[in-house]
């Protein structure tokens, strides 16, 4: 099946430093890529819409100025995390799909444990 | 709005018990229907899928209904084992969401030996 690869799968950071993660869909284009956090035992919360060659749609909320998403190719989404805080230590995942139909399976990365220290 | 309410957890079977975790959905139009499974300190992956009322999805022993009468998706398996154990997510796409999957908040599933 289709592949997201995401990494780092793991980040320690200084409090105040950037951190950027990557996301690559290995095997498919995908022109919308997904990004989510996940507070410990808690769902996934959408945080931005990721439109390659366009902006970010981000959802109600989430600073666009702290979390910046580029979507520079078909393949590829990053997320930076800028002048991280403790609080910005989370579970992040993203997600992509092969196809815009709604019954198109979504696949997901294996996520990337921010922790700011 | 769309949204999806599922059971809250933790579930704890012992091996073997039968498994039920219950999903309702509400949606604007004519939604998708997924579980998701998160094994621990990993991303999510598909467990099945059901696109269209009265498909059952099934994948590893587990089954789960569209049934849109009940605008219910409840995900079953008839015989759970220690390596089920993981957090188990419903979810809906709707048509012309561009691909946005509306998550319920998870279900814990726990099966001890």
């Known amino acids: 099946g289709a592949v997201v690869s995401q990494h780092p799968s793991r980040v320690i950071c200084k409090s105040g430093t950037s951190v950027k993660i990557e996301c690559r869909s290995l095997?498919?284009?995908?022109?919308?890529m997904f990004w989510y956090r996940q507070f410990p035992k808690q769902s996934l919360m959408l945080m931005a819409t990721?439109?390659?060659?366009?902006?970010?749609?981000?959802e109600q909320g989430v600073e666009k100025d702290k979390f910046l998403i580029n979507h520079a190719s078909l393949t590829l989404s990053t997320l930076t995390v800028t002048s991280a805080h403790p609080e910005d230590s989370s579970f992040y995942i993203c997600?992509?799909?092969?196809?815009?139909?709604?019954?198109?399976?979504?696949?997901f990365g294996q996520g990337t444990r921010l922790t700011v220290v | 709005g769309n949204s999806v309410t599922q059971m809250e957890g933790p579930v704890t079977l012992s091996e073997e018990a039968f498994l039920t975790i219950n999903c309702t959905y509400t949606?604007?139009?004519?939604?998708?229907l997924f579980w998701y499974v998160q094994y621990p300190g990993e991303g999510l992956q598909l467990l099945l899928k059901?696109?269209?009322?009265?498909d059952k999805g099934s994948n590893k022993g587990f089954e789960a209904t569209y049934r849109k009468e009940t605008t219910s998706f409840h995900l079953e398996k008839g015989s759970v084992q220690v390596s089920d154990s993981a957090v188990y997510f419903c979810?809906?796409?709707?048509?012309?969401?561009?691909?946005?999957?509306?998550f319920g908040a998870g279900t814990r599933l726990a099966v001890h030996p």
């Open positions: 095997d498919f284009q995908a022109t919308t």
């Open positions: 949606a604007t139009g004519y939604p998708s």
């Open positions: 990721s439109n390659e060659g366009s902006k970010a749609t981000y």
């Open positions: 997600s992509a799909s092969p196809g815009d139909r709604a019954d198109t399976e979504a696949f």
């Open positions: 979810a809906l796409k709707v048509t012309g969401g561009y691909n946005k999957l509306i």
């Open positions: 059901a696109t269209k009322a009265d």
